[in-house]
Structure formats: C-alpha cells, structure tokens
C-alpha cells in the first residue's frame, strides 16, 4: 500500500465508527509555550482531553503532521524521521480499552491486511510508588484478540529497556514494561509531568520484520531493541490520570483515548519492507536527488552502503523544513528559524557527500511538494516561497562552507599529526564564528573523523568572544565615529542603511569615500558625478525609513578578507584590512540582507531603535565626490 492509501482508509474507518474527521493542526502550536513544534498527534488537542468541549464532538480522527527537533541526530537509520505524520482516534470521555484495541487490530488485519503472527504488544507494568497499577484489563483484551484469531498470546513482565536486553522475548507476545516506555504525556514519565498535566498507561504495537537480531544492540532482542526486527507501528494511550500539586495522580473528569499511529511506519509494514524511505513518498523524494545528480548517481545510488544514511538524512531534512516553511517558519538564527536552518545546512552537507551538489536541494523540495500537493494543497500554493526561502539560505550557507571545510580539514590534518582526538574550544569558536559552522554541525563532522569537541571549551572561547566585542565598543572606531553615545551609535546604524539606499537609488557603482558621525548628525562622502536630484534624495531618505520600520537586525559576521570581497561588502576606501574582517549585516527576520559592509561597530542591535531618518543637505565636496548630512529625529 502508499501512505496516500493507509491514510484515506484509516480515516474512513473511524469515520464509519461516529468519528469526524478534523483537520491537521499547523506544525507551529498555537498557545502552547511548552514546544516549539506540534510533536504529537495529543498537542493540538489537549485543552480537550482535559475536559473543554471540541465543536465537532467527542469521537475525532485525523493525520497530524508532527515534527520532532530532538530526532535529528537519530536520522539516518531506516525508520528515524524528524517529521511524520500521525494517524489518530480520540474518545473524550466516550469509548475506552474495550473498544479501542479491537479496533486498531481489525484495521491493521483487515483493512491493512498484516499477518496476526507477526504483531507484538507492550503494556504498562504500574508505578506502585505512586499506587497506580498494572494494565491488567489491555492484557486481556489482547489475549482474548489474538486467542480468536489463532495466534498465541503468553504474556510476561519485562521492566525496563535494560532489562529486555537481558530476559529476551520468552517466546511470549504481550510484554509489561515499566512507565519509561509504557506511560504517554507530554513530560514523559509520572516523576517528570508537572502539576496539572495529564497523561496515563499505553499500549504498544509493534511489528516483526523477521530480521535475525544483532547482538551489537544487546544480549537478548525485544520488542524495544534497535536492532530493527521490531518496528512500533502504534500507540493507544488511555488518557485518565492528572498530576496534583502534591505529586500524587488522581483520574480526570473523563477517561479519553489518545492513538497515535506512525503512517510512514505501517506503510512500510503493509509492505514486509522495515526501510521506511522506500516507501512512495520518500522513495519519490530520494528518485528526484538521484535524477539531478545524474552521471554521479549511478556512483552514488541509494542502495549504496556509503551513500543511503547521507540520502536519508537529505530526504528526510528536506521533507521537513518543507512542511516547517509552509507553516509560515523561515531559516533565520532564532528558535523555531534556527531549526529549520539546522535542517537546510544539514543536508547540503549530505548533498556534497552524494556528489555535484547544484541544484539537488531546490530538485529534492520539489519533490516533497509534488508528493504531497494533493494530501497537503497548501505546499503547492506556497511552492514559491518555500523555494526561494531554501535557496537564499543555500546560497548563504555556500558562500563559507568550501573555505570552512578546508579550514575544518586542515584542523583534522594537524590533529591526526599530533594523533589528538579532540577539536578544541578555540578551533571550534573559529569554525563557528569566522565560517559559520553552527555548533552541531561541528560536533557531527568530528564525529566522522573520530573525533569529538571540547564543548566546554567552545562556550568559553564564546563568551570571551563577547566581552572582546563589548570592550570594543567602548572604544572610538577608525570609522568616523566622535563618540560611542547613544545617538552615535544610532546614527552609525543609519549610515549603514544611507550607503545601501543611495547604491539601490543612484546606482551600485556609488562608494563612499569618507565619513563622519557625531551624536547630532552623519556625514557621509561618496562618489558620483552630478549632484543628487530632490526626487533622487526623497527616495533614498523614503527607502533608509522603510527598512527602519522593517525591524532590521545587525548581524556582525568574522570572515576572511577574500570571503567578504567576494560576497560583495562594502569597504571604506583607502582602508588597509586584515585577513580576517569583520562585516555587519543587516538583514530581516526571513534573512534578506539589506547591507553588508566591512565594519568594527559599534550599532544598534535593530532598526526599531532608530526613529525617522531626514537628510539635511546636499552639496559636493570636490570633482566626482558628494557629501549628505543627515539626522535621526
């Protein structure tokens, strides 16, 4: 079966058992300050499950799209995904155990059509500490289920994940694990839900691939071993305890099911194949990489050993920060912007690892949006958006990713000379602050090499960073400045904007050619040939608002010389510079840079600080050069 197929027949399935079908919540909660992302099918529906009334009533059913930040560094394998969508059946306060459990088994016997034989149970073994018990009643369910469907049904206690690797499976099919893996709420286990929280026992399914087990994983398997025999296909979560305040549970109001179900995951199932990206919609999205890398492909296919992690992890990143986007979240250095910046970087280093690297991550979105476009309309109608957005931060990544993995391969030639295992703070502040290298990335290329990363070091080598660039501010700048007030530093951060301005007005060939700000006004020379018009001055004093009203952010960026001339910042004229420069950026929030130049600060942190911008005057200064003044008011 497809996804497409798994999905459409799940809900139809509970719709004719009085469910309505609701639509997926946004991959963004709304008035939940516990997350960042929708990571569970439950999320959107909380204030429900704790008692309010939901408008379309109390048996719904639904695909959530979930996304997991925290699964990252799991990808890779063949059924980690950071994004997924979740099949879902929810009872506020209707139906319980008894209903729920026959129901998932007919649907996945009958309507997905899997073998009885190879589905495997776990149920919650209790918290005596906190007087909540075993799950007694879904282990009868279960037996009676599989006793009627000739399967056998022996159940055992297992404990926790450690001890499974121990006890092994005893030739049983229901297994009691402790609240570590038998208990759902959105803190984990009882000890961790704050007051208030709800959450309660759960019940597993797993499917048997029929791998032999690999005891690099553990003596013993079982149904949690990551050896890849057993994948969990779905969770019904009996939803009827609260934390209070003392830490004692008590029931709620109602007793609500929460089931979760991994699409991708029992599609895989349905098709004996435990490689979830070899289902249609991932092996759709890792096709269209291998078509763009064309000659190189057959030399870097998926079914190469050395190549399939980098083509799941491309796969599988951009799959999500497509559907990230689409809710309205932009690569940018901040929460929810960072992850998906993560994500994007993340696999432009795996495509480089596949080969010639053009064009693959604008081919490998396409194909995530033409695989879901008809699931998911709204990925189609942002297409343009989506792709544009991924390709400036491409484009912004690439413009210091080949000098940074020169840098980050001659600190791993210099550390295999010394036979050292460790990049340093220092090396790494270097990698991170002069290349742009998030930290993460550090850590996972070192991991390669065998190595790892002082980060204790790193945090130091940061914060020492910052107290060099707060002294530095202190200080008076070569750069015209009188001062370092308040109002200097403002009117530096306009000067910033006033050279970007009259270049989009008169032209990029305007340079200045010298400078001057006191704590009432800037002074700014420049190179053109005739003097600047009154319509010419109103747009370029129009333009320096604008973008002070866009909430510009200034963001100062160590980079070699070469690096800076190459991306096009601009230069002080006359000025002899280092081989490391530093360059301001001011950028929005999406990461549209406005202005780049060379520069040693001091500025505001954001445009909003700013006030309204007026030009003075203008006049020349000698043959071919012009000087404004201008003000903040």
């Known amino acids: 079966m497809n996804s497409k197929d798994v999905r459409e027949k799940y809900l139809k399935f509970f719709e004719n ?14 008035n939940d300050p516990t997350t960042l992302f929708t990571g569970s099918g439950m999320q959107p529906l909380i204030t429900y499950l704790l008692g309010e009334k939901h408008p379309m009533g109390t048996k719904l059913t639904d695909s959530q799209k979930c996304f ?27 139906y319980f155990k008894a209903e729920q459990l026959p129901w998932f088994f007919e649907f996945l016997t009958k309507i997905v059509g899997l073998d009885p ?15 909540i018990p075993k799950d007694d009643e879904s ?68 499917y048997d691939f029929g791998l032999p087990h690999d005891p690099k994983f553990g003596k013993e398997c079982h149904l949690n071993c990551e050896c890849g025999r057993f994948m969990e296909i779905g969770n019904s979560v009996f939803m009827e305890y609260i934390k209070n305040a003392d830490g004692s549970f008590s029931k709620l109001p109602q007793r609500n099911v929460d089931f979760g179900g991994g699409l991708e995951r029992i599609t895989a199932a349905s098709n004996g194949d435990p490689d979830v990206f070899n289902i249609d919609t991932l092996s759709q999205i890792i096709a269209g ?16 050993a050395l190549y399939t992690k980098s083509y799941r992890i491309v796969a599988d990143h951009l799959r999500a920060a497509t559907f990230v986007m689409a809710d309205g ?8 912007g960072y992850v998906v910046r993560r994500l994007l970087r993340r696999a432009i280093l795996h495509i480089d690892k596949l080969g010639k690297g053009d064009g693959v991550l604008e081919a490998g979105i396409v194909n995530v949006i033409d695989a879901y476009k008809d699931s998911y309309p709204d990925l189609n109608e942002k297409r343009e958006n989506i792709l544009k957005e991924a390709l400036i931060e491409e484009e912004r990544f690439r413009k210091t990713l080949v000098m940074g993995m020169k840098e980050f391969e001659k600190i791993n030639k210099e550390l295999d000379g010394l036979n050292v295992h460790q990049i340093s703070g220092a090396q790494a502040s270097t990698l991170s602050s002069t290349y742009g290298f998030p930290i993460d990335i550090i850590i996972e290329l070192a991991k390669e090499r065998n190595k790892n990363v002082d980060l204790d070091g790193f945090k130091k080598e940061q914060e020492k960073h910052k107290e060099v660039s707060k002294a530095g501010i202190e200080q008076k700048f070569k750069g015209g400045l009188a001062d370092t007030k308040e109002e200097t530093v403002k009117l530096h951060t306009a000067h910033h904007l006033l050279l970007a301005a009259l270049q989009q007005v008169l032209g990029s060939n305007i340079k200045q050619r010298g400078s001057n700000i006191t704590s009432e006004r800037l002074r700014i020379d420049f ?48 000025v002899k510079y280092g081989d490391i420069v530093s360059v301001y950026f ?3 929030n999406k990461g549209n840079i406005f202005s780049k130049e060379f520069c040693g600060g001091p500025h505001v942190a954001n445009t909003n600080e700013l006030g309204y911008f007026k030009i003075l005057k203008e006049e020349a200064v000698s043959a071919g050069i012009r000087r404004i003044k201008a003000t903040l008011e």
Do not use: C
């Open 329 to 336: 979240v932009v690569p940018s250095s901040n929460e929810r």
């Open 586 to 588: 001011l950028e929005d």
């Open 289 to 304: 990489i291998e078509a763009v890398l064309g000659d190189n492909a057959s030399d870097a296919s998926y079914g190469d």
């Open 117 to 131: 034989n190879r589905l495997y149970i776990t149920v919650f073994a209790g918290e005596k500490s906190l007087d």
């Open 527 to 574: 190179s053109h040939p005739q003097k600047v018009t009154t319509e010419e001055l109103k747009k370029v004093e129009d333009i320096v608002n604008k973008k002070i009203k866009e909430h510009l952010s200034m963001t100062r960026r160590e980079m070699p010389r070469e690096e800076a001339e190459r991306i096009g910042a601009e230069m002080e004229f006359g």
């Open 139 to 206: 282990i009868e369910i279960w037996k009676k289920l599989f006793k009627e469907s000739g399967v056998d049904y022996k159940d055992v206690y297992i404990g926790s994940e450690a001890d499974g690797y121990e006890k092994g499976m005893q030739g049983a099919r229901i297994f009691a694990y402790d609240a570590e893996k038998n208990w759902w709420s959105r803190s984990g286990v009882p000890a961790n839900m704050p007051a208030g929280e709800p959450g309660g026992p759960d019940s597993e399914v797993f």
């Open 68 to 94: 997991r930040s925290m699964d990252i560094d799991e990808v890779g394998d063949n059924r980690h995904t950071t994004f997924f969508e979740m099949l879902g059946n929810w009872s506020l306060g209707e």
């Open 17 to 30: 058992r009085g469910h309505k079908i609701i639509p997926s919540a946004s991959l963004v909660p709304e």
